[in-house]
T-cell receptor
Framework: GAVVSQHPSRVICKSGTSVKIECRSL??????MFWYRQFPKQSLMLMAT?????????EQGVEKDKFLINHASLTLSTLTVTSAHPEDSSFYIC????????????FGPGTRLTVT | SQQGEEDPQALSIQEGENATMNCSYK?????LQWYRQNSGRGLVHLIL?????REKHSGRLRVTLDTSKKSSSLLITASRAADTASYFC???????????FGKGTMLLVSP
């Protein structure tokens, strides 16, 4: 149980285009979902927290207009990187929890974004 | 922002040896969790220890928590090549929904 999927697993896009990444909880309803960014050989940096049906809460320094998060249902959250630039290239990981205070999070396999 | 600091940053051992990783944090916590990440993959939850617990076991894993020193350790006994991965501690503060991850320890277990 507690499986989280992400799609796509890898994406290459040209500078200036937008990319959408999906995160799905497959066997539970995710009250809360999180988006992280990870640079090579570094830790996970939380980008934003989203609760179903409400606006995402972004961490300091994360541009909400550039990283659009939608948590439209209890099983799906999307992250759209708008007008992507090479510096947005990174590993994006989502996690989900069935609880409002999700002390344990279930992680997706990650999406490798490369912007050329 | 990150509050966890793991040490060592990298650890190389032989199969069968024990591996110990440490994590320090700065604020009061509700619980501390350890995760494993294989290269280029997502994170796998290993174990959660609550602030009122001092030690927890799961298979070959042993986690200790010292809230007075704001530190935790993860011990992997009788390591295997398949244990090669990065290990992260993450803290959850009381009343907050987010986890704060440490920088991680990269463990290499050689056959």
């Amino acid at each position: 149980g507690a499986v989280v999927s992400q799609h796509p697993s890898r994406v290459i896009c040209k500078s200036g285009t937008s990319v959408k990444i999906e995160c799905r909880s497959l066997d539970f309803q995710a009250t809360t979902m999180f988006w992280y960014r990870q640079f090579p050989k570094q830790s996970l940096m939380l980008m934003a927290t989203s609760n179903e049906g409400s606006k995402a809460t972004y961490e300091q320094g994360v541009e909400k207009d550039k990283f659009l998060i939608n948590h439209a249902s209890l099983t799906l959250s999307t992250l759209t990187v708008t007008s992507a630039h090479p510096e947005d290239s990174s590993f994006y990981i989502c996690s989900a929890s069935p609880h409002i205070l999700p002390y344990e999070q279930y992680f997706g396999p990650g999406t490798r974004l490369t912007v050329t | 922002s990150q509050q966890g600091e793991e040490d060592p940053q990298a650890l190389s051992i032989q199969e069968g040896e024990n591996a110990t990783m440490n994590c320090s944090y700065k604020t009061s916590i509700n619980n501390l969790q350890w995760y494993r990440q294989n290269s280029g993959r997502g994170l796998v939850h290993l174990i959660l220890i609550r602030s009122n617990e001092r030690e927890k076991h799961s298979g070959r894993l042993r986690v200790t928590l010292d809230t007075s020193k704001k530190s935790s350790s993860l011990l992997i006994t009788a390591s295997r090549a398949a244990d090669t991965a990065s290990y992260f501690c993450a803290t959850a503060r009381q009343g907050y929904s987010t986890l704060t991850f440490g920088k991680g320890t990269m463990l290499l277990v050689s056959p």
